[in-house]
């Protein structure tokens, strides 16, 4: 998953100045994934690698269904604000569950953008195993927020961000 020209670059709501507990991606809450999510930017995707433990499972085997809709979502957000520089919220989405996602197995999660029309932007995702065979699948619409919802849903703006990737999210100035 990395590419020798450095085009990975590390995403993580500390660069926006607020602060997060995302059961997905943020490394500081302990019950939750913290899976690391990175801006392809040759490929114009977000993806993260991971592996998760029994205390993500359904099945005793699988990882729960919630929480891999859980992580394509996650992916899909990423997506809004890397690629489509723009802070949403998910309106819709659906998945399709090819196989099942193993626990203790590397999986990795890809989204994109697949167009933006207005406040609506249109995401696809997928989780495939380390072995390139396709487990689950995703689209959702997201609703780009404007700067009174991104302000609600970031809450107090720190270290000097502005809410600028609205209807266009937060970044440092």
């Given at each position: 998953?990395?590419?020798?020209?450095g085009?990975?670059?590390?995403?993580?709501?500390?660069?926006?100045?607020?602060?997060?507990?995302?059961?997905?991606?943020?490394?500081?809450?302990?019950?939750?994934?913290?899976?690391?999510?990175?801006?392809?930017?040759?490929?114009?995707?977000?993806?993260?690698?991971?592996?998760?433990?029994?205390?993500?499972?359904?099945?005793?085997?699988?990882?729960?269904?919630?929480?891999?809709?859980?992580?394509?979502?996650?992916?899909?957000?990423?997506?809004t604000?890397?690629?489509a520089?723009?802070?949403?919220?998910?309106?819709e989405?659906t998945?399709?569950?090819?196989?099942p996602?193993?626990?203790?197995q590397?999986?990795?999660?890809?989204?994109?953008?697949?167009r933006?029309?207005?406040?609506?932007?249109?995401?696809?995702?997928?989780?495939?195993?380390?072995?390139?065979?396709?487990?689950?699948?995703?689209?959702?619409?997201?609703s780009?927020?404007d700067?009174?919802?991104?302000?609600?849903?970031?809450g107090?703006?720190?270290?000097?961000?502005?809410?600028d990737?609205?209807?266009?999210?937060?970044?440092?100035?």
């Amino acid at each position: 998953m990395s590419h020798e020209n450095g085009s990975l670059i590390p995403l993580s709501n500390d660069v926006w100045g607020f602060e997060s507990n995302c059961f997905v991606c943020e490394p500081r809450n302990t019950a939750g994934l913290a899976i690391p999510f990175r801006h392809d930017t040759i490929a114009s995707a977000v993806l993260a690698e991971f592996s998760l433990d029994e205390r993500f499972s359904g099945a005793p085997r699988y990882v729960h269904g919630g929480v891999a809709l859980a992580i394509l979502d996650e992916a899909m957000a990423w997506a809004t604000i890397a690629l489509a520089q723009r802070f949403a919220i998910t309106a819709e989405t659906t998945t399709q569950f090819e196989r099942p996602i193993r626990l203790g197995q590397t999986h990795i999660v890809t989204a994109r953008i697949e167009r933006i029309d207005g406040r609506n932007i249109f995401t696809t995702a997928t989780i495939v195993r380390s072995d390139g065979k396709l487990c689950a699948t995703a689209q959702a619409r997201f609703s780009g927020l404007d700067a009174e919802q991104a302000e609600n849903a970031i809450g107090d703006v720190v270290n000097g961000t502005d809410i600028d990737y609205t209807t266009g999210a937060a970044h440092k100035t």
